[in-house]
Structure formats: structure tokens, C-alpha cells
């Protein structure tokens, strides 16, 4: 090794060491600043430190710019420490600048062009004693164009922010000379005191005092100690400034905000700018080109710099770790040797399980590595903040939280530009100027809070800001002028879904764009990255209240758990934290549950419809099938989805079709992959589920980036590839519309409500019954030996409970039954159990309820239907009940409830007829109407004591009707109760605004009689 | 077949086409490999084979003969995959003080071309290489660098750099 591999080997020690006391040196001084005059001893000592070291490697090496400039820094701080020097802003910016200007020498070690003279003319001003007179100093700086030099301002140090503050917000600025012995010592008030007073009428820009170590005035040949101070305050009147300071000038010079402004127009700034900030830094007024230092090559000389490379700093802990397990990785590989030369599989397996064990730990200590803590971003942001609060003319205070999380390192570095330019974005069009929030009764200071926490596995990013918000309307008008939506999507879009507007290229509220370092970042931008990450970003907002921002990312990218799914044997992999569940469905299911809605698939999960695509149709695969195992491979031509020959079959339910019918077999079976999309979830059509694994993310070709389809590629366990799917990119491909799905889930609710699953059963004799499952508790087998008969009823054991059991033919006379030993009871809903006693309990099925009510009607029937081409009678549970056990139903309660008359509205039916069965119970008199506006007709004609209303009616709904009956001052009185089979959380409160009383969802209708007497009475009370 | 001659002589692999022979620099190719078990990749560009692993490594397929315009091959016992240099590997021989071709306009990573058999190691002289006929296929144009007729076969000289964008 040679000298110069010595010296390259240091300098780049000396590069990452430097780096590093630079970031904490420039942490310190804004520390040292936001503190002001109660200097923290730690702080500037730390600060002192680093400087120093940093003064004296870069001698060592010979770099000998670095070593001036830190010498001069050292001494401003040398001087802070010892009291010297206040850190105010001014101060504070010159050390700033100093310290951007060490960074930019350090990340270009052969760079020789960059100049320091500026930073260390403005580090000498600072501690240049005082001067008799304000003149301009010795050595001028070849910058100040001939108006400043000649101006007693010139004399002091200020910076380009406050200037252009001071104009933008139009105060003035007083440069005056006094003298501290007749000022201090005379008045006895010491030099920090005063200038405390000072700062509580203005920003004191600059002080420029001759005293000595001990901070007491050094007087001149005239007994008088000078101290020159630059001031900036609203007072624009020099008598009232000095007498509010008790000051008696030796010499004032008064600048008006617009003497600043011709003076700051005329020439070049007064302290030239930091040519090579770094990226963070916010626009400057004159634009000047940010000279990107990221890159290796110079191009001006065209030749190659060797690359610093990039280092990780880890714990020796965890080093340790490794260590350990790469010997227990050469211990269990030792013992697999053994094993396989024995041909012991026993052995075999449990080397095998061990192996398993240490891959994992290693595995995931080898990523810890990789992981930093957010902090190293988030620190950053101080400066920014500040900067960009000053720039602004806003105060703004930034709290960080969470700056431990720790992140793989390449998604910390590729974060870094998105939540600057959210940041920015706070602070530029969030956080209101101090005047603004006044008058909002807002805290004058703005509020940033950056937090960083782990949540469902992800890591989130939270920026909240307490400005004025996001208003959706004025987002839904720019999006509609810029033709990013239509005027439909635009009613339609709800609040929260219009925030997502900000993140659609082209889209910018703000008059004046802002560019970062002319990389053109925009929201759209930011969102992309984020979601190259796998990330996710989501904003909420209100306005004059603030936003919040939330950036949800992986732990890492290199390695993952996915679910390995594929399509006509071509295999995907989806990453796990994008799924929720997988359901499967087989044979006639695969037909009934997915429905159409608006020419889109949906599947009804729990209620709720869910949007569907299918990965063969996103990704033109072609489907195949095999009539049997090894026969020809065809096409699949099958109109996908529901069966278009679904029509026909309305009626003929289960036309019952053999094993053989490709639409039975269970091959005929489909997994739908649940996923998350941002806050909404989708489904995803899959042949068949091949593994979970672990896989090792491949960065994807560039020449199938264009595919948009896959986040990366990667090899599986049996050493096929698999393409991980990108979810985002699939619903765009899909073209998937949740938020339409979702309005049309409502209106398509009402179709399928009218689905019911009923219990098929007979009594023993030649009638078919069903009794629909969603009045049931239970259905237990029994014997006859089970039931008692006490008082020539029967009675059974029912969960510690004797329920009595009846039989239907004893409601219903006609009936004949025959029971064997073995029969069933069926038990249900209600307060009170009972049983019905039951011959043979058939089916369970799907049926689209079409009930014929006036062919066979009966006390206890409801009607009937051809179910399985036979007449079907639908059983009146509670009708049954009543006739056997009169005033079952009626507690003392809802006996109030007697005589009363209700209207029902409801387009189904079989709805009606229950609820009718349920009021029945009560002793109320039921009338039926099957949407609203038959109902208004026979509100018109008729009078009643309450109306229960169904949500989702044709023609007129039930929102509707409750807005037409409450503007009906006859109604007002009267209750209304809201049924609905939607999502209650949802429609109960929305119900309550429309004017309903109460809200029962159709799956609970138990309790019905209650609600409703309940609601006579509050009406009466509280009418 | 081997030619000598005064002239510097340049060596180049190669390998057939639907019974057409063409040829690689050598010096850009980095292997020649049997493994032609593909994997799909929907949505992808057709001249986009899909991708194979070779090793632990995910390579890029493409198909020469959709890149003219003709059908994909099918893949046989004597499909090859003759794959490409990185830029790096690339670099690394030019480093070595060799004449190298114009590296940047490869490709990161390593790219293979399905081929439907391979042929040998051919070193002809610069001079027998003509530049391409005008009759051969429009399309085909501006993959070609240049033609050389070695003793009545003509190998098509092919530019690689130009194959590789081509999706």
C-alpha cells in the first residue's frame, strides 16, 4: 500500500467522520439559537468539539480551505461559549453558512473551485471588536455593491432572510452607536440585560462591542466604549426606539423598509449565497441553479472522481449477533453433512428444522443491518423548517416524534425528497401567515408535527399540520377545470376520496408552482415514489383546522412474505401486507354470489359488495379446462361470471344438476384474494393458491416496467419465477371504480335482499315448507324420548332452559303430520325460546323469494312458491306460534303497543308479511305499501299511529319518504322507524339526520314490537 | 470454419435461426446456456420471451424472430440461450486494454436471446464483412450490422445493442 492508498483510505474516513460532526454541528447551532441568551453549555461545547476536530484532520490532510474556515467558525463559537457572543438569528446564520459551506467542501474533497472568502469575511465581522465609528470594514467584501459599502449597515452582519423579512413585513431597521460606560456601567445594567430590552422591541441583527474576556466595556482613548448594534422593529420612529430602550445614541441611522428594498434592488445581495446547499434548501429568490453534488464526475473537468462509497453504521451488538449465528449456520450444516452421509432421515429432518430456525434469525439480523433509525431524515427537517418559516414570513414550529422507527436504508433515502415536499407543502400552503391566524383566534405560531410509528406492520410517516386545511370543494372545481374529472364523478366524490385529487398529475391549486431544485417534484410524484416503495399515502383534512398526511411503508423491501397464487399455471405472487383474507367459492356458488353491477363483477362478502377483478382478464391470460384429468385442453369460452342463463333460471332455483354438469364440479372452485387498496378492499380472482413464502424481491427488468402490472420479479422455492403483482397497478389496469361500487352497493342491496336462505322441511305429510334462516336460532335433532309432556304439552331441554315445543298442525288445523322417533325442532328468534316441532328438515337453499300470497293463504302461511318444482309453503313462524300460545309475543311491555295502527313499507314481500306477522303478535293492525310513494298515497287517505319504513325502495326510498313525512307538519307526531338491510353504522346515523326515529337493521328484527312501543311512548313524552 | 488473414480477425458465435445463420461479437457475449424452461410474462411486450433463472439470476428472454416480425420460435432439444455481457462485464474487459464496443448502450443486466440451435466460434477477418443487402427484410435493417459469406453461407451480423430496445 502506497501513500496514496494511505491517503485515500483517511480522506475517506475523514469525509464520513466530518459528515457526521457536520449534521450534529448544524442540530446545535439551531439549538443553540432557538436558546438565545441562556447558552446551553452542553451544546455549544458539543458544537465546539466537532468544529475543532473537524479543524484539525483537515489540516492534517492537507485540506487546507476546510481547515480555514473551521478555524473561523471555531472562533465564533470559541466566543459563544465564553459569552462573548449571543447566538441570535444573525449569528446563528453566518455559523449556518459556515457550516453548509465545510459540507460542501468535504463532499468534494477535490473539488478546488469552491470559495470560502465570503464565509470567512462574515465569520471576521462577527468578532471584530468595535470601531470608533461605523466605516466600512477593512477588508470589504468585493460583493457589496457600492450603495452598501457606503452605508453604515454595511458594517454589520445580516442575512439575506432578514432583509428580505424586515421588507416583506416593512420594518425598519436602526443602526446605532453607543457608548456601554455611559449606557451600562453608568446605569448601572449590564450589557446582556440591555440587550434583552432591545430584544423585546425588535430583532437586534447585530452587536458590535468592544469588551473583554470578562464581557466588561474596554474604553477608548475617549473613556468611552462603542458598541454599534443593528436593530429591526415595527417602531419607525428613532426619538420613541431610543427612548423605549433608554438609550441616549451616540449615532443613528434610520433604513425605512423601502430605503432596504432600493438598496437590496441595486445590487447584489449582501451575503453571498451558499452555492452549493444542499438539496433541502427552499427556492431562492433569483433562482439560482442548486448544484447537485450527488454525482461523482466533475463535468466541468470531464474526468472521473472516485465514488465515496456508502457507508452503514452498526451496532457491534448486532454484529455479534451474526457472528454467533454464522457459526451455528456451520454447526447445523456440519450435522446435515453427518445426517446425509448416514442416510439417517430422522437425523435428516431435524437438521433440517434447525437449519429453518437459524436461516430465519440470520436472516432477519442481516436486515437489521440495513435498517436506520428515521431520525437521520427527520433532523434534517428542523433546518428546513426554519428556513422555510423565515422565507415565508410565517412562524412555524416543527415537533418531531418517533425518530427512533427504524427503516431499510434505501427507503429512508428515497423518502427523503417525498416528505420534504410535503413538508414544504405545509408550511407553504398549510400553516397561515401569523396575521391570518389571528384572526381565525389561532395560535400565532403554526404547528408541524412529523411522527414516525409502527402500526399493522407498516411503518407510518405522519406530517400534521394545524394550517387551514384542504377545502374538497375547491379541489373537486380545479380538478374539474383541468378535466381530471367530470362533473358526475365530481357529485359523486365524497370528501374524503377528493383529497386523493391532489395526487393526479396535473393537478396544482397553488398560483405559483414550486419547484425543488428543478427535479419538477409534484404530488403526483411523491405519490408514485411512495408506492415504489410499496407504500401508500393518505390524506385527511378540515378545513381551518389542518391536514394530516400518512404514509404508510414497508418494513423492507429485499425480502417478503407472499402468497403465491396462479393462473392457468402461470404463478404470481401477491406481497401478504396487501392481503386481508381469501375466501373460495365452488360449484353453483361460483354463479350465484357474483353478481354484476354496472357491467363490473362484484362478490357479496358479509354484506358488503365487493369490486372483483379477474387476474386472468387483467393480465389476458387465456382460460382453459379440461373435461377430465389428461383430455384435451380447450378454451374456455363461458361467458365469465354469473351465467348469462341466470335469467332463466329465476323460479327454477335449484334446478338440480348432476355431478357430471361442469357448472356443479368443484373444480369449477375460485379463490378470491381480498386486498387492501388504500382505505378500500377488492377482490381478485385466482385459480388456485400454490404457497406462502418468504421471497427474496428481484427489482423488475426495465424492459416490463412497461407492463405496469409487476412491483419486481422473484425465484421460488422450486426455482420457477414468479412475477410479483403490483396491487395498485392491477385495479388501475382493471379499471376497477370502488367508490362507484360503493354507491351502487346500496341500490343493489335491494336486489339481493330479496335472496333469502330458507330451511327446507315437511311435517310428515305432503306439504313442502320453508321457514327462512335468518328467524332461527337453532335447529336441534331430537327423539322422542327427549321431550316431556307436562299438561299435555311438550317440553325440552334447550340450554338449561324447558321450552315448549309446539307442532304446526296444531296452528294450522288442516295439516296432517306424521312424526318418526328421530324429528327435529326448529327454534326461533325471540326473547322467549320455543320450539316447532318438525318431520324432515330437506335443504338448506338460495331462494329468490317470489311469493305467491293469494293462491294459498292461511293463518300461518305466508304464501307459497314453486320451489324444486314443487308448491312450497312459506311458514308464518310467529302467526304459528300466536295460534298455539295466544300473547307469547306479548310481555307486559309491548302491551301498550295493542290496537295501534302501522303503516309498513317495504318493497319485499316477504318483508312485509313478516313485519306484518310481527305487529300481529303485538296486536297492532298492520297496512302495507311497497315504496314510498305508494305509501304518501296512503298516508293521504288513511291515519296511523306509526310507520316502519324500508331504506331501499324503488321509486321512492326511504330517505326520501322521510323527508317527504316530516315536512308533513300531520306527521310530525307520528313515529318513524327506519329497516334496513345495509350496513348499520352506516345508515343508522344517516337515518336519524333524514328525520327517522330509530333504526332496526332487517338481520335483528327481533325486538321489533319493543322498538316500536318504545317509540310511542317517547313520542308521546317528547313529541 | 476459420479464416486467416492479414487483416485483424475478429471472432463471432454462431447460431441459427430458422435455418438462417447469424452471428454475435464474441466479445459481448457472455454464455450460451441449454436451460430454455421460460417463464410467461403477461402483458409483456412480444418480443419479450419472459424470464428464466439461470443460477439464482433472474435473465430477461428475448425472441430475435419477433423482433423481425416473424412468429416465436418454439423452443426444442437445441433451443439455446445466448446471453449477453452486462455493461459492467463490459467495462471490465475494455479496462483490460482490449478494443471494446460502445458499452453504453447495453444493458445492466444480463440479457439472453432464445436461438434455435448454436453454431461455432467463427473468426473471419475485418475485411470479408459487408455491410447488410438491401433485400433482406425491412424490418430487419437496423439490427443488422453487417453479412459475411463464409465459404457459401452467409452469416448475418447482428447488432445486439439495437436488439435489446427493441420491445
Known sequence: MNKQTIDQELLSEFVTEATEHLSTSEEDILT????????????????????????????????????????????????????????????????????????????????????????????????????????PPAT????????????????????????????????????????????????KRSLTSMLEEMKAIGEIWDVKKNTDEKGNPITDGDGRSLCSFL????????????????????????????????????????????????????????????RSHESAVDSSTGTAKPVIEQTVRISVALLDKLMNMASELVLVRNQNTQALAAEDLQLLSITNQQLNIVTSELQNSIMQTRMQPVGNVFNKFTRI????????????????????????????????????????????????????????????????????????????????????????????????????????????????????????????????????????????????????????????SKVDQGTTMTIMLPLTLAIMPALIVSVESVCFAIPQTNIIEVVWIYGERVFQSIKMVDNSEVYALRGRLLPLLRLSKVLQIEKTYQEEPMAEIKLDRRIQGPDRRQNELEGHDRVRMGPLDRRQSVSNNLYIIILRHGNEKFGLIVDTLVDTEEIVVKPLHEQLKKCKAYAGTTVMGDGRIAMILDIMALSDIGEL?????HKQSLHAKSSLEDRQTM???????????????????????????????????????????????IRIEQGVTELKSSYDDCRYIIIPKGQNPIGIMVAHIQDTLDVLCKIDSTTIYHKGIFGSQLINGKITLFLDSIAVIEAVEPGWFLDKDTGRGKGKNILCIDDSVFYQKLITSYLHSGAMEVTVASNGQEALDVLSKQSFDGVVCDLEMPIMDGFEFA?????????????????????????????LDCGFDDFKPKSNLEGLLETITNLFVKKRLFP | MTKSSKYPDLQFISFYLDERMYGFDIKIVKEVNPNASIALVPLSSHTIRGLVNIRGQVILVMDIAVIFGAAPRPVTEQSRLVMLKTTQEMRNLSNAGSDEPDTQKFSD???????????????????????APPHLADRALPFIKGVANLDGEIMVILKAEALIHAY
Open chain 1, 32 to 135: 443553540l439559537e432557538a436558546g438565545g441568551s441562556a447558552v446551553n453549555n452542553k451544546t455549544v461545547n458539543r458544537l465546539f468539539r466537532s468544529v475543532h476536530t473537524i479543524k484539525g484532520a483537515s489540516g492534517f490532510l492537507d485540506l487546507h480551505k476546510i481547515e480555514r474556515l473551521s478555524h473561523s467558525l471555531e472562533n465564533i463559537v470559541g466566543l459563544i461559549r465564553s459569552g462573548k457572543l449571543i447566538p441570535s438569528g444573525a449569528i446563528s446564520e453566518i455559523l449556518l453558512k459556515g457550516v453548509d459551506k465545510v459540507k460542501a467542501l468535504v463532499e468534494n474533497v477535490h473539488d478546488d473551485t469552491i470559495e470560502i472568502d465570503d464565509e470567512i469575511a462574515a465569520c471576521e465581522r462577527c468578532f471584530d471588536p468595535g470601531n470608533d465609528s461605523p466605516r
Open chain 1, 385 to 540: 423548517v426554519r428556513d422555510l418559516a423565515k422565507k415565508t414570513g410565517k412562524e412555524v414550529d416543527i415537533v418531531i416524534e418517533g425518530s427512533e422507527v427504524e427503516l431499510d436504508k434505501s427507503i429512508i433515502e428515497t423518502i427523503n425528497d417525498p416528505l420534504t415536499h410535503l413538508i414544504r407543502n405545509s408550511i407553504d400552503h398549510g400553516i397561515e401567515s401569523p396575521q391570518e391566524r389571528q384572526k381565525k383566534k389561532k395560535s400565532l405560531t403554526g404547528k408541524v408535527c412529523l411522527s414516525a410509528f409502527h402500526r399493522a406492520g407498516q411503518v407510518n410517516i405522519q406530517i400534521v399540520d394545524d394550517g387551514k386545511g384542504i377545502n374538497p370543494a375547491v379541489l373537486k372545481q380545479v380538478a374539474l377545470k383541468k378535466k381530471i374529472i367530470t362533473k358526475a364523478q365530481a357529485d359523486a366524490m365524497s370528501d374524503r376520496d377528493s383529497f386523493n385529487l391532489i395526487f393526479e398529475p396535473g393537478f396544482s391549486t397553488a398560483a405559483a408552482v414550486t419547484e425543488v431544485s428543478g427535479r419538477g417534484v409534484g404530488m403526483d410524484v411523491v405519490k408514485t415514489s411512495i408506492q415504489k416503495l410499496g407504500g401508500a399515502i393518505d390524506i385527511i
Open chain 2, 109 to 131: 443486466k444480463t440479457i439472453g436471446f432464445l436461438v434455435d440451435s448454436i453454431g461455432d466460434v467463427v473468426t473471419i477477418s475485418e475485411s470479408i464483412i459487408e455491410p
Open chain 1, 140 to 187: 470589504v467584501s468585493t460583493d457589496l455593491p457600492a450603495p452598501f459599502v457606503a452605508e453604515p449597515i454595511a458594517f454589520f452582519d445580516m442575512t439575506r432572510y432578514d432583509l428580505a423579512g424586515a421588507i416583506a413585513e416593512s420594518r425598519y431597521v436602526f443602526a446605532c452607536t453607543i457608548d456601554l460606560i455611559q449606557e451600562c456601567v453608568q446605569k
Open chain 1, 231 to 290: 436593530i429591526c422593529t415595527i417602531i419607525d420612529n428613532p426619538d420613541i426606539l431610543a427612548e423605549g430602550l433608554e438609550l441616549r445614541p451616540l449615532n443613528m441611522v434610520v433604513y425605512t423598509p423601502k430605503k432596504l428594498a432600493v438598496l437590496s434592488q441595486k445590487g447584489r445581495p449582501v451575503m453571498q449565497e451558499d452555492e452549493a446547499a444542499d438539496v433541502e434548501s427552499t427556492k431562492r429568490d433569483s433562482g439560482e441553479k442548486v
Open chain 1, 737 to 741: 371504480h370502488i367508490t362507484d361500487i
Open chain 1, 759 to 805: 330451511i327446507l322441511f315437511d311435517i310428515g305429510g305432503e306439504e313442502q315448507f320453508v321457514i327462512p334462516l335468518c328467524l332461527i336460532t337453532r335447529v336441534e335433532e331430537i327423539h322422542t324420548g327427549q321431550l316431556q309432556k307436562i299438561n299435555n304439552r311438550d317440553y325440552f331441554n334447550f340450554r338449561e332452559k324447558i321450552i315448549p315445543i
Open chain 1, 963 to 991: 323527508e317527504h313525512f316530516r315536512a308533513n307538519p300531520k306527521f310530525s307526531k307520528i313515529p318513524l322507524l327506519a329497516i334496513s338491510a345495509g350496513d348499520e353504522n352506516v345508515l343508522h346515523g344517516r337515518s
